[in-house]
């Protein structure tokens, strides 16, 4: 057993560590096996050598993120432990020095949460064309929308324009109530609530009368080029290889495209190929494209969906190792 002391230099980093009813240094003890005590402005962290040397770690990587700015939930507390089991924490001080992408209507900072999430703001800044893949929560779209907002608010484009194929998730638009603009509202829902976060309802309204906001599905965008745009494309697993042909072939003068999806979500009927699952072989190498791929540990939701996902994703690998025994034995 070993003690090893942290000087905590404000009160505030102190209160912010430890959270509500010292709920973040529970979950560290947990997590890590050790016990954490407070000595006026120390803590004394105690256990097993490597413990506490993990704790410690952890612990610091923290600091840095509540000097950032950042309020400590259970999400990246968690993700900071994680950093520390993978050796990844020397890591962490890049993420706590990286700027808000963007303010939201009511002034809160979009800041990337992970370091996946910084890579793929990163891949958006510096590439014409990224395609942003993986899974449910690991915020996709709403870091692409702040991006769009970021670069509107400084000039560098005139328009903004989000769009998604309609494709039905088990569902039928023929059955929804109104005309064609209000049967595919329903499947621009979650881009028209990532513009009102950032611009706040009215401006939106104000942007979209002007034209520097279009919110449509993929069809209408055949036939046209799109110059001085951010455009984004959401739920891009759902459209065929000629769709995603299609609308990358739109690309105008000074514009950028961000096309996201999750390649195990494919809604396609039958035997339809994703056009974005196809588009990922076909671009990767070609310069100015990036493909930037999320994993489970960059969910940003709540602390279930990670879990949901790794065990999809073991479900499936054992599916397909039964699959591939069978067709071993069957030679």
Do not use: W
Request: proline content about 4%; some cysteine; overall charge neutral.
């Amino acid at each position: 057993m070993i003690e090893q002391i942290i000087n905590v230099d404000r009160m505030e980093q102190a209160v912010s560590l430890f959270g509500s009813f010292d709920e973040n240094v529970r979950l560290i003890e947990q997590h890590c096996a050790v016990d954490i005590v407070t000595r006026g402005a120390d803590l004394k962290v105690s256990g097993e050598p490597e413990k506490v040397a993990g704790a410690v770690r952890a612990i610091n990587g923290l600091l840095q993120l509540i000097n950032r700015g950042e309020q400590l939930n259970e999400q990246n507390v968690r993700y900071v432990l994680m950093l520390v089991d993978e050796d990844s924490d020397d890591e962490l001080p890049r993420l706590a020095a990286d700027g808000a992408v963007c303010l939201t209507a009511k002034g809160r900072p979009v800041k990337p949460k992970t370091l996946g999430q910084q890579k793929y703001i990163e891949a958006i800044r510096t590439n014409t064309i990224v395609l942003g893949v993986g899974p449910a929560g690991t915020g996709k779209t709403y870091l692409a929308v702040a991006m769009a907002v970021s670069a509107f608010r400084a000039k560098e484009v005139n328009r903004i324009i989000l769009t998604r194929p309609a494709v039905e998730a088990g569902e039928k638009l023929g059955f929804l109530p109104g005309d064609l603009q209000s049967k595919v509202d329903p499947y621009l829902r979650p881009l028209y609530d990532a513009l009102f976060d950032m611009l706040g309802a009215e401006t939106y309204h104000k942007y979209l009368e002007r034209g520097n906001i279009e919110v449509a599905p993929l069809a209408y965008m055949r036939g046209r080029t799109l110059d001085d745009s951010f455009i984004i494309l959401d739920e891009a697993q759902n459209t065929t290889p000629e769709q995603m042909k299609m609308f990358l072939t739109r690309l105008g003068f000074n514009s950028r495209m961000v096309v996201t999806g999750d390649i195990t979500q494919v809604d396609l009927p039958g035997e339809k190929r994703s056009g974005l699952v196809e588009v990922i072989k076909v671009l990767r190498g070609v310069d100015d494209v990036a493909v930037h791929t999320f994993t489970g540990r960059d969910v940003v939701r709540h602390q279930l969906v990670q879990r949901i996902i790794s065990a999809y994703e073991k479900y499936e690998e054992g599916k397909r190792y039964k699959s591939h025994g069978k067709n071993q034995s069957s030679h």
